[in-house]
């Protein structure tokens, strides 16, 4: 896989699902008021060049998943969610989603929702939504954002519980929508683009390596940590 750190890898799967359309995907289930796809555990959903709408399902990932494009710039998932657009199950999840763009179209959207995983990296992709970027929560292993864009939001990623590692490396972070936004926050406020939650602990590496954060309001925070995180070394 892409830009894989040592000690850090989601293992080689051999069931790969091409995806040309939202009909490519497993089955949606509708429950409670949300249209639910679960991906197959152990596979690769391999993404064609070209937009593909997810229309308002929520995609829910297994213990093992790959999501790849052809290239952010080729590969682009558009969603009209009021909810999670991408959710982990509870549980020791693997998931890398890499080369492509995701979209979202509601400012009630939150494009990631993910929670007691082991391994979660999202490697050169771009995420935009008028709505919030994301919930991590307890990813025990580590927690990896390479070559990726931010664009967007109203709020941004918020992080809390235990973490191996948090690493932002070669990433570009843009806020442009006239209200004031903390870029990366370890706290739960709005406007933040990163949001560490205490009480929060970073076990092992917090890194932040060749990222550009833009915003049009000098008021706004890059990063933003809450006094219950701890940082151990």
Known sequence: MSFLPIGINIPELTNVVLVNSVDDLPQPVIIGSESVIELADNTVYEFAPGIIDLGANKIVCNNVNVLRGQGKDQTIL??????????????????????????????ASQLLNISDARTFIVSDCNLSTPGKLGTLVNVGVGCIFRYVGLFNYISGLDFSGYFDSVEFSNCYIQYDQGVPVDSVNFLPATYTPVIFPGPTRINKTLKFNSCEIVTDDSSANAIKVDTGVNFVS
């Open 78 to 107: 558009t969603s009209s969610a009021t909810g999670n657009v991408i959710e982990s199950i509870i549980g020791e999840a693997k998931i890398l989603i890499e080369s492509l763009t995701i979209q979202a179209s509601d400012s």
